[in-house]
């Protein structure tokens, strides 16, 4: 395969189901650059990925237990922060990565 090809296969304008990956990629990217904006920065490093489930839950992946229990302080903060850029979630949990 081609480069030019993967390009397109990876494309997040296409209507398939790897496109749709990359979009929800680049939207979950982009949702924890804006959450850790919101928080200083020692407590921002704490944030690994952010996704907000159809049911307006907000889920915020810390890199370990301490972190968590550190961002779990800052919920209210994370929510004023994501529906500030138009997602709208009603609740904020915290939960540790697996890695």
């Known amino acids: 395969m081609t480069t030019k090809q993967l390009g397109n296969l990876l494309n997040p304008c296409n209507d398939g189901d790897l496109g749709d990956i990359v979009r929800r990629a ?19 490093q704490g944030i690994v990925a952010a996704n907000v489930r159809e049911s307006g839950e907000l889920v915020v992946i810390a890199a370990t237990p301490a972190w968590a229990s550190r961002l779990r302080y ?26």
């Open 26 to 44: 680049r939207e979950m990217g982009e949702l924890t650059e804006v959450l850790a904006r919101a928080l200083p920065p020692d407590e921002a």
């Open 74 to 99: 800052e919920t209210e903060a994370l929510l004023k922060a994501a529906r500030a850029s138009g997602v709208e979630a009603h609740v904020c949990r915290v939960r540790v990565s697996q890695s």
